[in-house]
Nanobody, 118 residues
Framework: QVQPVESGGGLVQAGGSLRLSCATS????????MGWYRQAPGKQRELVADITSGGSTNYADSVKGRFTISRDNAKNTVYLQMNNLKPEDTAVYYC????????????WGQGTQVTVSS
């Protein structure tokens, strides 16, 4: 399975938490910077957080202090722990695997809906 597969989206009230998961094949995962992006209706897709193969992380200002990205190299899975969710976090969340394994690759998951009610 090369294409990343996301899970964990859903409906939650403001202030609640969700954890998203994304898995891909081992070779791809180990070579990837893994990222979570989101796209709200009528808006462009934006980076939420990413993590390099070495574990360095980067976050959008809007989620700093509330979201945590992590990766489990034994399970070929990246997680996005989302706490203190706000209605403006409502979007389709996409997982991305970007890196080089003989050739450059850039794989996207199908997306998972996160809806935060006020």
């Amino acid at each position: 399975q090369v294409q990343p597969v996301e899970s964990g989206g859903g409906l939650v009230q403001a202030g609640g938490s969700l954890r998203l998961s994304c898995a891909t094949s081992g070779n791809i995962f180990r070579a990837s910077r893994m990222g979570w992006y989101r796209q709200a209706p009528g808006k462009q897709r934006e980076l939420v957080a990413d993590i390099t193969s070495g574990g360095s992380t980067n976050y959008a200002d809007s989620v700093k202090g509330r979201f945590t990205i992590s990766r489990d190299n034994a399970k070929n899975t990246v997680y996005l722990q989302m706490n203190n969710l706000k209605p403006e976090d409502t979007a389709v969340y996409y997982c991305n695997a970007y890196g080089t394994l003989f050739i450059r690759f850039d794989y996207w998951g199908q997306g998972t809906q996160v809806t935060v009610s006020s």
